[in-house]
């Protein structure tokens, strides 16, 4: 019997106005999950929610921000056998629906499988292998959310969600999706990647990653809560290895400090 797919869209305030071409992909459902917080326009965003309408298009409006937040309650609501996550700023690549479809049937046992996201150049935006391979804590690291397609019935029974303390929107502003994906295989799911063109993120930026200290406190607070009490020496590890990225935005003695505050405090 074949798979269902449904796609889970997360948008804040006016990125609902630029999800017209995620609605016609094709999926077997989708779940549009809109946070709002310009009230204002609540009037506007019903008519978009009119002109989208579809007897497989699921509208739920939160009045509360949270990356996360609004993952969870994907998850919740779509019914599909699978899902893929997907953002307001990206694009579906070709033939995408019949693509994962096809890696399902051959990937049967993933619990996750993970591709790859390309820029508005159709280039790869990060460094990813041409073959296919199974996903540790270490290269779960460098995985985005929306670059994974989820067996809702496992994550649901295995009761794994987005930390919901993690994450735009939340006291830390990154690292959901590690720590996601880390509860996955921890729990004994398969996470798997394969070489294929999922997703394009309409809007990039160029200028580089700039390291702030909420950021970095944010990555000791993820580095505590997945690796416990061995952020002793992760986090002095992570900050020599990546010393050459932040330095033009922090010395190294601030680095240390706000990656062991977020390690220390996170409860």
Not at 77 to 95: K, P, S
Request: aromatic fraction near 12%; charge should be positive; glycine fraction near 6%.
């Amino acid at each position: 019997m074949k798979s269902t797919i449904g796609l889970a869209i997360s948008t804040l305030n006016d990125g609902i106005f630029q999800i017209d071409a995620l609605c016609n992909a094709g999926f077997d459902e989708i779940v549009i999950v809109h946070q709002i917080t310009a009230f204002e326009k609540i009037e506007e965003y019903k008519l978009v929610y009119k002109k989208l309408s579809a007897p497989n298009i699921k509208f739920i409006s939160m009045q509360e921000a949270g990356l996360s937040k609004s993952r969870n309650a994907c998850i919740e609501n779509i019914t599909t056998d699978y899902l893929l996550l997907c953002d307001d700023d990206n694009l579906l690549t070709e033939n995408i629906y019949s693509t994962l479809l096809q890696s399902i049937e051959k990937y049967p046992d993933a619990i996750t499988l993970t591709g790859k996201m390309l820029d508005d150049k159709m280039q790869p935006i990060k460094n990813y292998s041409n073959n296919t391979f199974l996903h540790s804590v270490r290269t779960a690291a460098k995985v985005s959310s929306c670059e994974m397609l989820l067996k809702r019935n496992w994550i649901l029974q295995n009761k794994i969600t987005f930390n919901e303390q993690f994450g735009l929107g939340a006291t830390y502003p990154g690292g959901e999706e590690f720590i996601f994906l880390n509860d996955i295989i921890k729990a004994g799911g398969t996470a798997r990647y394969i070489p294929i063109n999922i997703c394009i993120l309409k809007t990039m930026n160029t200028s580089g990653r700039i390291y702030t200290p909420a950021m970095v406190t944010a990555k000791g607070a993820m580095i505590r809560k997945v690796y416990g009490w061995q952020f002793l020496f992760i986090n002095l590890a992570y900050t020599m290895r990546k010393y050459g990225e932040y330095k033009s935005s922090m010395s190294a003695w601030h680095f240390i400090h706000y990656i062991y505050f977020g390690s220390i405090n996170f409860k």
